[in-house]
């Protein structure tokens, strides 16, 4: 079945500081990709998406892009704040015979310390 | 626009007892998916339902299981619970497409004693 793995937390940074969280996937066919986070106390959200090869997803500073070629889709942010001290997973939706299927990592957390 | 609700927020069972969970999907979304999340992990799919009618089921038993009302709200049943079952259940819900946004709710917290 399908699997996303992502690199081990907890993260440690300090402010402005360059951000990096890997995710690596296995499933059929071309899955969308996705970043949720949660923030302390509050539920999961949408951070970012891309649908297709190739396709950057982008928002509030963090980007991702859709690797085919090495099944990949790393978080990025190049200047981390206090305030995006969060769990971080990476998730994808299955299509074909996974339709309707999301499989996520089992999360990163991030500490940014001022 | 509302987004998704759950209730309760907290529950307590004893082990071999049946539960109910509930969820109101966000305002224009007829699909729901309920997760499994525990303690440091990530959220396991439990199944999903589109129209009243499951539409993809992940690696959980028979005694779990789930409705979907005309109105899209939702129901997670699990019978005969374990110590297992113990975790964070999540609700999502969603315009039906393999690349749509899930907006999740805040989960229902369920300790099996």
């Known amino acids: 079945g399908d699997s996303v793995t992502q690199m081990e937390g907890p993260v440690t940074l300090s402010e402005e500081a360059f951000l990096t969280i890997n995710c690596t996937y296995t499933?059929?066919?071309?899955?969308?990709l996705f970043w949720y986070v949660q923030y302390p106390g509050e539920g999961l959200q949408l951070l970012l998406k891309?649908?297709?090869?190739?396709d950057k997803g982008s928002n509030k500073g963090f980007e991702a892009t859709y690797r085919k070629e090495t099944t990949s889709f790393h978080l990025e942010k190049g200047s981390v704040q206090v305030s995006d001290s969060a769990v971080y997973f990476c998730?994808?939706?299955?299509?074909?015979?996974?339709?309707?299927?999301?499989?996520f990592g089992d999360g990163t957390t991030l500490t940014v310390k001022p | 626009e509302t987004g998704v609700t759950q209730s309760p927020t907290h529950l307590i069972k004893t082990r071999g007892q049946q539960v109910t969970l509930r969820c109101s999907s966000q305002?224009?979304?007829?699909?729901v998916s309920w997760y499994q999340q525990a303690l440091g992990q990530g959220p396991q799919f439990i199944f999903q339902?589109?129209?009243?009618?499951?539409?993809g089921r992940g690696n959980f038993p028979p005694r779990f299981s789930g409705l979907q009302f005309p109105n899209y709200s939702s129901e997670l049943n699990v019978n005969a619970l374990e110590l297992d079952d113990s975790a964070l259940y999540l609700c999502?819900?969603?315009?039906?497409?393999?690349?749509?946004?899930?907006?999740f709710g805040p989960g229902t917290r369920l300790t099996v004693l």
């Open positions: 999502a819900s969603s315009w039906r497409d393999y690349t749509d946004t899930q907006y």
């Open positions: 499933a059929t066919g071309y899955p969308s």
């Open positions: 891309a649908t297709k090869a190739d």
């Open positions: 998730a994808l939706s299955g299509v074909g015979t996974n339709a309707g299927k999301s499989t």
């Open positions: 305002s224009g979304h007829n699909t």
């Open positions: 339902y589109y129209r009243e009618e499951e539409n």
